[in-house]
């Protein structure tokens, strides 16, 4: 069993930066993919990134490669999001979320097993 943790968010004005972090506990991350999924109004929720935990590979959405930079810390067992160039489209409560073991990262929703309870980000313009 994994719980997971999520903090960081709050209220920026547009241009402005954030980082979100993800800490885990009963389980560390070893060999599983963590993901920062966000949801906004009326919206399905997506995978904005996500790391692989043993060896580093990272994915990003066109929507945030560039401005967002997810990182882990091995020792503390938490991930992190660092959100800069916010953007009022980036307005959303931001989740991130574990898998079982996996050797590929993934996007899907379905792979992901355990969730954190969500945090808000809200980028006024």
């Known amino acids: 069993q994994v719980q997971l943790v999520d903090s960081g968010g709050g209220v920026v004005q547009a241009g402005g930066s954030l980082k979100l972090s993800c800490a885990a506990s009963?389980?560390?991350?070893?060999?599983?993919?963590i993901g920062w999924f966000r949801q906004a109004p009326g919206k399905e929720r997506e995978c904005v990134a996500a790391?692989?935990?043993?060896?580093?590979?990272?994915y990003y959405a066109d929507s945030v490669r560039g401005r967002f930079t997810i990182s882990r810390d091995n020792a503390k067992n938490t991930v992190y999001l660092q959100m800069n160039s916010l953007k009022p489209e980036d307005t959303a409560v931001y989740y991130c979320?574990?898998?079982?073991?996996?050797?590929?990262?993934?996007?899907?929703?379905?792979?992901?097993?355990?969730w954190g309870q969500g945090t808000q980000v809200t980028v006024s313009s």
């Open positions: 009963g389980s560390t991350f070893s060999s599983r993919v």
């Open positions: 790391i692989r935990w043993r060896i580093g590979t990272t």
């Open positions: 979320a574990a898998t079982g073991a996996r050797f590929t990262i993934t996007t899907l929703i379905r792979e992901y097993t355990y």
